[in-house]
């Protein structure tokens, strides 16, 4: 069995830390959950990466608990974790911020309607 280390980028690290802020405003101590549900999302990832779809060029996990997705790209024997964003922002919103971030050349092709 591979195991891969996972790396956060602080972009995605302040995403998480973002995320959290957000639901201990809604609820206390719901922050801490979102935390713990993200983390063990990510620590499936030491097995798993790799295998989820692709989306604006890198790999995306959907989170079990929270509208979520944790995109990362794949660099040797690491999954290097570029953004854990809100799937309820805009698409384009999501596209750029990945796009920017992310150290692989290439998206999607316009128009492929995959999800």
């Given amino acids: 069995m591979n195991f891969r280390n996972v790396e956060l980028l602080d972009e995605a690290e302040f995403d998480l830390h ?3 802020s957000f639901y201990n405003e809604r609820e206390v101590g719901l922050g801490d959950y979102f935390v713990d549900c993200l983390l063990s999302d990510l620590s ?3 097995h798993y990466a790799g295998i989820h779809s692709k989306r604006y060029g890198c790999f995306r996990l959907i989170s079990k ?3 979520f997705a944790i995109y ?3 660099e040797e024997e690491r ?3 570029i953004a854990i964003l809100d799937m309820r922002r805009k698409p384009n919103t999501i ?3 990945v ?3 992310s150290t692989i050349d290439g998206t999607e ?3 492929s309607g995959a999800p």
């Fill in 18 to 20: 973002a995320g959290e």
């Fill in 44 to 46: 499936s990832l030491q």
């Fill in 65 to 67: 608990r929270f509208p």
């Fill in 72 to 74: 990362y790209e794949l």
């Fill in 79 to 81: 999954a290097v974790v």
């Fill in 95 to 97: 596209r750029n911020l």
């Fill in 99 to 101: 796009s920017d971030r």
């Fill in 109 to 111: 092709p316009s128009g």
